[in-house]
């Protein structure tokens, strides 16, 4: 009993500890700020001290710029020959020749496209995703969005191989040399994850000019980091029984790469291609702002108009692409991951891949029917319908009829929430914030994370985007917490009842292959552009994480340890309060670190209604092609996520150690 007793004190006596060190530096923060008329340096960071970083990575481009034009040149030169082939084949006419002599021609039939839509996923899934892979093409053929959706398809099916055999090389070496992906490439992929988007349109404008190549680039960049993640995980996590099988069959070390450990990869590498697809769709329709075309650009060009009708056709479109993208993607990496039934191999190419041969077929014979039929060269306009007018009605009466309760919600969001929450993180002095954020990187990780904390944290201050900075915190900080708020109870719905289960997943789901455009577009539509969007939209886009997240904790826990509650005389109230919650917390705070990290990338996108943070300042820079501005707010935002996503892993695994 005594020893039970002296060694809950001595666990109580840090937590205590810590407190009373709490309780102190809050005060002093306070301090700070009720004397800032004393300290204003302490407060508001002194114009005169800020470093001029973004002047230096200016002048850092512009010498790139100046003496490094012929690689630029070289590099767009070479990349351009796959790319205007995949464009040409899919959404423009190949014109060989000039003048009079010149010949066009035909880009492949819609008609093909979709009948070899329908057969991919008939050999991926069977007859319904081959019914819903082609049912998307086919709907996107008659809402005539077809040459937009085959521009974006053609960037993709040029990114996403690049971005495959790049991320497979990378992970190679970072699995084979812990040092270097322990100091280069776990640092590159955090940057290269957290950064927003239109900030790598801003360097890839000015080295590569406004043109489909730039936009491929940036997409690489953007969607390779999944593929080196997934191909480390799945080499470590190849049995060493396999291993050390492969060195007693005599294989040399590049033969046990590709023909043993890559093979028994290979389930955890789809899932990476999986996920390179869908951020490859995702950056492929930011990146129309630098010349990329396609549904994006449609989505942009309807935005600026206030469009919405336009807008919700395109981002439909998108939709459409992204969903069968996604399932006909999932459906091979299931395929890989269960292996195949043994096949008899046959001589003919025809007899092995029979829905291939049939698809090559029909795109040809469909392909030359288009010299002769326009009807299969190009969608003809008799067939296609638009419910542009029906969106413009719906919302036109939506506004009529709730026009007050809609403006009423939004004034008193805005007044009681939205306002207050901002004005006190911009009013927080920025020295307390480095300090606040040092000690808890001490507590939870030690002098190496505080250091890292406050360093990221003084960069924000240091290069005079303290202001923006906290004003992307407030807005990014109110959607996370409003989207845990929805998130996590229906998560815990979820992992109570195998109904809500299968109700919840198809709607995250879908939630999740929707690219960020598509969430703005309804949301600007009734409550305009603002804060309150952007707030709305985010919560919408973050959600996801919270609720899958929750669910998976929660069932994740052994059901031993239920029962042994259960006997215990345990009611369910408090088996899941004292058993299954307390287990199931380090997943649902990874969840809630995850839904902060998207929450900050949706701010971002969000510059584009009206928001006042560093998203806009990345905007500006981006329509000014001013480099060094967009650069260094790019990092600032990436900073932000860093600094959350080190804290909440931390405290994670703290969590994951107290329960063992």
Same mark, same amino acid.
Request: proline share 5%; hydrophobic share 55%.
């Given at each position: 009993?005594? &020893?039970?007793?002296?060694?809950?004190? @001595?666990?109580?006596?840090?937590?205590?500890? +810590?407190?009373?060190?709490?309780?102190?530096?809050?005060? &002093?923060?306070?301090?700070?700020?009720?004397?800032?008329?004393?300290?204003?340096?302490?407060?508001?960071?002194?114009?005169?001290?800020?470093?001029?970083?973004?002047?230096?990575?200016?002048?850092?481009?512009?010498?790139?710029?100046?003496?490094?034009?012929?690689?630029?040149?070289?590099?767009?030169?070479?990349?351009?020959?796959?790319?205007?082939? @995949?464009? /040409?084949?899919?959404?423009?006419?190949?014109?060989?020749?000039?003048?009079?002599?010149?010949?066009?021609?035909?880009?492949?039939?819609?008609?093909?496209?979709?009948?070899?839509?329908?057969?991919? %996923?008939?050999?991926?899934?069977?007859?319904?995703?081959?019914? $819903?892979?082609?049912?998307?093409?086919?709907?996107?053929?008659?809402?005539?969005?077809?040459?937009?959706? =085959?521009?974006?398809? %053609?960037?993709?099916?040029?990114?996403?191989?690049?971005?495959?055999?790049?991320?497979?090389?990378?992970?190679?070496?970072?699995?084979?040399?812990?040092?270097?992906?322990?100091?280069?490439?776990?640092?590159?992929?955090?940057?290269?994850?957290?950064?927003?988007?239109?900030?790598?349109?801003?360097?890839?404008?000015?080295?590569?000019?406004?043109?489909?190549?730039?936009?491929?680039?940036?997409?690489?960049?953007?969607?390779?980091?999944? =593929?080196?993640?997934?191909?480390?995980?799945?080499?470590?996590?190849?049995?060493?029984?396999?291993?050390?099988?492969?060195?007693?069959?005599?294989?040399?070390?590049?033969?046990?790469? +590709?023909?043993?450990?890559?093979?028994?990869?290979?389930?955890?590498?789809?899932?990476?291609?999986?996920?390179?697809? =869908?951020?490859?769709?995702?950056?492929?329709?930011?990146?129309?702002?630098?010349?990329?075309?396609?549904?994006?650009?449609?989505?942009?060009?309807?935005?600026?108009?206030?469009?919405?009708?336009?807008? =919700?056709?395109?981002? $439909?479109?998108?939709?459409?692409?992204?969903?069968?993208?996604?399932?006909?993607?999932?459906?091979? @990496?299931?395929?890989?991951?269960?292996?195949?039934?043994?096949?008899?191999?046959?001589?003919?190419? +025809?007899?092995?891949?029979?829905?291939?041969?049939?698809?090559?077929?029909?795109?040809?014979?469909?392909?030359?029917?288009?010299?002769?039929?326009?009807?299969?060269?190009?969608?003809?306009?008799?067939?296609?319908?638009?419910?542009?007018?029906?969106?413009?009605?719906?919302?036109? +009466?939506?506004?009529?009829?709730?026009?007050?309760?809609?403006?009423?919600?939004?004034?008193?969001?805005?007044?009681?929430?939205?306002?207050?929450?901002?004005?006190?993180?911009?009013?927080?002095?920025?020295?307390?914030?480095?300090?606040?954020?040092? $000690?808890?990187?001490?507590?939870?990780?030690?002098?190496?994370?505080?250091?890292?904390?406050?360093?990221?944290?003084?960069?924000?201050?240091?290069?005079?985007?303290?202001?923006?900075?906290?004003?992307?915190?407030?807005?990014?900080?109110?959607?996370?917490?409003?989207?845990?708020?929805?998130?996590?109870?229906?998560?815990?719905?979820?992992?109570?009842?195998?109904?809500?289960?299968?109700?919840?997943?198809?709607?995250?789901?879908?939630?999740?292959?929707?690219?960020?455009?598509?969430?703005?577009?309804?949301?600007?539509?009734?409550?305009?552009?603002?804060?309150?969007?952007?707030?709305? *939209?985010?919560?919408?886009?973050?959600?996801?994480?919270?609720?899958?997240?929750?669910?998976?904790?929660?069932?994740?826990?052994?059901?031993?340890?239920?029962?042994?509650?259960?006997?215990?005389?345990?009611?369910?109230?408090?088996?899941?309060?004292?058993?299954?919650?307390?287990?199931?917390?380090?997943?649902?705070?990874?969840?809630? /670190?995850?839904?902060?990290?998207?929450?900050?990338?949706?701010?971002?996108?969000?510059?584009?209604?009206?928001?006042?943070?560093?998203?806009?300042?990345?905007?500006?820079?981006?329509?000014?092609?001013?480099?060094?501005? %967009?650069?260094?707010?790019?990092?600032?935002?990436?900073?932000?996520?860093?600094? *959350?996503?080190?804290?909440?892993?931390?405290?994670?695994?703290?969590?994951?150690?107290?329960?063992?």
């Amino acid at each position: 009993m005594t &020893v039970t007793a002296s060694t809950s004190e @001595a666990r109580s006596r840090p937590v205590q500890l +810590w407190l009373v060190v709490w309780a102190c530096a809050l005060a &002093v923060v306070l301090a700070v700020f009720l004397l800032q008329d004393r300290l204003p340096w302490a407060v508001n960071y002194p114009a005169g001290a800020i470093v001029p970083v973004a002047d230096w990575v200016s002048a850092l481009m512009s010498l790139i710029k100046s003496n490094f034009s012929w690689l630029t040149r070289s590099i767009t030169a070479v990349l351009s020959v796959p790319l205007d082939f @995949a464009l /040409n084949l899919l959404a423009k006419n190949f014109k060989i020749g000039r003048g009079a002599d010149m010949v066009v021609l035909p880009r492949l039939s819609w008609v093909g496209v979709c009948i070899g839509a329908f057969l991919a %996923g008939r050999a991926a899934g069977g007859w319904k995703l081959g019914a $819903l892979v082609g049912g998307c093409f086919l709907y996107i053929a008659l809402f005539g969005q077809w040459t937009s959706a =085959m521009l974006t398809l %053609g960037l993709i099916s040029i990114a996403v191989p690049f971005c495959i055999v790049t991320g497979l090389f990378v992970g190679i070496w970072a699995w084979r040399k812990p040092w270097a992906e322990r100091l280069l490439i776990s640092p590159a992929l955090d940057l290269m994850q957290t950064i927003p988007t239109f900030a790598y349109l801003i360097p890839m404008l000015l080295l590569f000019g406004n043109s489909p190549v730039s936009a491929m680039i940036a997409t690489a960049i953007f969607a390779t980091p999944p =593929m080196v993640r997934a191909t480390m995980l799945g080499l470590s996590r190849v049995p060493s029984e396999i291993d050390d099988f492969s060195e007693m069959a005599g294989c040399t070390a590049r033969q046990k790469l +590709w023909r043993v450990l890559l093979p028994s990869a290979r389930p955890t590498l789809m899932v990476g291609v999986n996920q390179v697809i =869908m951020l490859a769709l995702n950056m492929v329709i930011i990146a129309s702002m630098i010349g990329a075309g396609g549904l994006g650009y449609d989505v942009l060009l309807a935005l600026r108009a206030l469009k919405v009708g336009e807008a =919700m056709e395109a981002g $439909l479109a998108i939709v459409a692409l992204a969903i069968a993208l996604d399932r006909l993607s999932q459906a091979i @990496a299931r395929n890989h991951a269960q292996g195949h039934v043994y096949q008899e191999v046959s001589p003919s190419f +025809w007899r092995r891949y029979p829905n291939l041969t049939l698809a090559i077929a029909i795109l040809a014979a469909t392909t030359l029917l288009g010299l002769f039929v326009p009807a299969f060269a190009a969608v003809p306009k008799a067939i296609t319908f638009t419910t542009a007018p029906l969106w413009k009605t719906a919302v036109s +009466w939506i506004t009529i009829n709730f026009f007050d309760t809609i403006e009423a919600f939004r004034v008193a969001l805005i007044l009681n929430v939205l306002n207050p929450v901002r004005a006190f993180c911009e009013g927080f002095p920025w020295l307390g914030a480095v300090f606040l954020l040092g $000690l808890a990187g001490y507590q939870l990780g030690g002098l190496r994370l505080a250091a890292l904390v406050a360093a990221l944290t003084v960069f924000c201050a240091v290069t005079g985007l303290w202001e923006k900075t906290m004003a992307t915190v407030y807005l990014c900080g109110i959607s996370a917490f409003i989207a845990c708020l929805i998130g996590i109870p229906i998560g815990l719905m979820a992992s109570r009842s195998d109904r809500v289960e299968k109700i919840v997943t198809p709607v995250i789901d879908t939630l999740q292959v929707l690219p960020s455009f598509c969430f703005i577009i309804p949301v600007v539509m009734l409550f305009r552009v603002g804060d309150v969007t952007a707030m709305i *939209a985010t919560v919408a886009f973050a959600v996801v994480p919270a609720i899958r997240y929750t669910n998976h904790g929660l069932r994740q826990v052994p059901p031993a340890l239920i029962e042994a509650a259960k006997v215990s005389g345990c009611t369910k109230r408090q088996t899941f309060l004292r058993v299954q919650l307390p287990l199931a917390l380090p997943e649902i705070m990874l969840g809630v /670190n995850q839904t902060i990290l998207m929450a900050l990338a949706m701010i971002i996108i969000c510059a584009m209604v009206g928001t006042r943070d560093l998203g806009q300042e990345v905007f500006i820079a981006l329509s000014k092609a001013d480099s060094g501005r %967009g650069i260094v707010a790019g990092l600032a935002i990436a900073f932000i996520g860093i600094v *959350a996503d080190r804290l909440f892993n931390a405290w994670t695994a703290k969590a994951r150690a107290r329960l063992g």
